[in-house]
């Protein structure tokens, strides 16, 4: 990342991975709009939920598979994002004293423990995901299959294992010059 936020892409004369990641970047963004969209639906239920409380005395039944569902659907689909368009939270230590080349070693290796850190979590949710699949599980009011909860989880960590994995080769064939995002 540059001194001024804007993210080391691959040199200009490099167009088949400048496409894979401007692929990635517009993909991601379209998983994040349908995350947020998404997410829209959970506050019109959980807002709908507390008029009904009010005026009917009861809860609406679903409410809460709704409102998981749509939780997870919106985590799972924007987290791509902040990958891909290096929106994550950073911590800048040493990116600000290092020169250049140092500091795209560095973008390297984060890229390279965020890919390892999100395939490790879509092997380990790979295994629950299969269990839950084996049992049958479902939501407990609208009988939901558990198992979309964890497609979603694991659609999105695979994504953002193979955003995180296009950033490395983004960066080592960067020129090492800021081309934005």
């Known amino acids: 990342m540059s001194d001024n936020?804007?993210?080391?892409?691959?040199?200009?004369?490099?167009?088949?991975?400048?496409?894979?990641?401007?692929a990635l970047k517009r993909m991601t963004s379209v998983l994040a709009v349908i995350g947020m969209s998404v997410l829209l639906l959970a506050i019109v239920v959980v807002v709908w939920d507390?008029?009904?409380?009010r005026i009917g005395g009861r809860s609406m039944i679903g409410a809460v598979d709704l409102t998981e569902f749509s939780v997870v659907a919106a985590a799972s689909l924007s987290i791509p994002y902040a990958f891909a368009h290096g929106r994550h939270v950073t911590v800048d230590l040493l990116g600000n004293v290092l020169p250049g080349a140092a500091r795209r070693a560095l973008d390297i290796a984060a890229a390279l423990a965020a890919a390892a850190l999100t395939a490790f979590l879509l092997w380990?949710?790979?295994?629950?995901?299969?269990?839950?699949?084996?049992?049958?599980?479902?939501?407990?009011?609208?009988?939901?299959?558990?198992?979309?909860?964890?497609?979603?989880?694991?659609?999105g960590l695979g994504v953002s294992v193979v955003v995180n994995l296009s950033r490395v080769i983004s960066l080592a064939a960067s020129d090492g010059k800021h081309h934005g995002d």
């Open 5 to 22: 936020g804007e993210q080391l892409t691959g040199p200009p004369g490099n167009p088949a991975v400048a496409a894979i990641d401007a």
């Open 50 to 53: 507390i008029v009904w409380r």
């Open 124 to 155: 380990l949710s790979y295994g629950r995901a299969m269990e839950v699949w084996s049992y049958g599980d479902v939501s407990q009011d609208l009988a939901i299959p558990m198992i979309y909860y964890w497609a979603l989880l694991l659609f």
